[in-house]
């Protein structure tokens, strides 16, 4: 299975960023057994889908109703139609800052899927789940909630623990494996043998420092990258890191 690597670039861009990374990028050995995604916030999804190569285009977000009157809303159909391939759905952004419910990002899934496009459902536990030994119960019960009817297919999830998103702190290696691996067992029973196949990301100040040793382990298939995605170089060490590490 290929390294896959997510550019979240949340509410950070301009044309001038844009236009710098793909001059950059352009400049950088092409990379091989990994898929490099893009996701801009959406203003910018048609200029990054013109200026780069060799990277897919993924958007942070989709609406969880098809069209309609729904003011400031991106329906999934509106993201196919700009070429996205990948959305991220359930970031702890959303769920936190705008109330996002389990049952929203299992429907936003379920139509992304229904578009074609790769659904990247996020799921992680705060520092209190944590210090309470809580995590495993926690992210468990989430992911299968966010996951009701969603088929396995074209379906990749982001573990993102909340408490190292934009922190600076990491789970160590042993932390990001583990739970990784109650992911994948709990996919695996959810979907039976297909739930094996699902690509499990890791998403938590993922860094070019931090990253080799994340992707040396045998349940990280990649991650999902905040504030270093944002420089053409960074983001191509991270990507170089996973490729190395599905060697």
């Given at each position: 299975m290929a390294g896959l690597v997510i550019a979240n670039w949340k509410m950070h861009g301009s044309l001038e960023?844009?236009?710098?990374?793909?001059?950059?990028?352009?400049?950088?050995?092409?990379?091989?057994?990994?898929?490099?995604?893009?996701?801009?916030?959406?203003?910018?999804?048609?200029s990054v889908s013109g200026a780069l190569e060799g990277v897919?285009?993924?958007?942070?977000?989709?609406?969880?109703?098809?069209?309609?009157?729904f003011t400031g809303e991106v329906s999934v159909q509106m993201l196919s139609d700009l070429g996205c391939g990948y959305v991220i759905i359930g970031h702890s952004?959303?769920?936190?800052?705008?109330?996002?419910?389990?049952?929203?990002?299992?429907?936003?899934?379920?139509?992304a899927i229904a578009?074609?496009?790769?659904?990247?459902v996020?799921?992680?536990?705060?520092?209190?789940?944590?210090?309470?030994?809580?995590?495993?119960?926690?992210?468990?019960?989430?992911?299968?909630?966010?996951?009701?009817?969603?088929p396995c297919e074209n379906l990749v999830v982001a573990y993102e623990p909340v408490w190292a998103i934009g922190t600076g702190r990491?789970?160590?290696?042993?932390?990001?494996?583990?739970?990784?691996?109650?992911?994948?067992?709990c996919l695996q029973g959810h979907f039976g043998e297909a739930g094996a196949g699902i690509p499990v990301i890791?998403?938590?100040?993922?860094?070019?420092?931090?990253?080799?040793v994340l992707f040396e382990c045998d349940n990280i298939d990649g991650a999902l990258v905040g504030g270093a995605s944002l420089n053409a170089n960074s983001f191509?060490?991270?990507?170089?890191?996973?490729?190395?590490?599905?060697?």
């Open positions: 960023l844009i236009a710098e990374f793909s001059k950059e990028w352009r400049a950088l050995p092409r990379l091989t057994d990994v898929n490099a995604v893009l996701c801009p916030p959406a203003p910018y999804l048609a897919a285009l993924g958007a942070q977000n989709c609406a969880d109703r098809i069209e309609g009157a952004e959303r769920r936190a800052l705008y109330n996002e419910t389990d049952a929203q990002v299992a429907v936003k899934a379920q139509l578009q074609g496009l790769q659904a990247v996020c799921v992680g536990e705060t520092l209190a789940h944590r210090d309470a030994d809580q995590q495993d119960k926690v992210v468990t019960e989430q992911l299968l909630r966010s996951l009701a009817e969603v990491t789970a160590t290696p042993a932390q990001a494996e583990a739970m990784h691996g109650v992911i994948r067992e890791y998403g938590g100040s993922v860094k070019p420092e931090n990253a080799g191509w060490q991270i990507a170089s890191a996973a490729s190395a590490g599905r060697a």
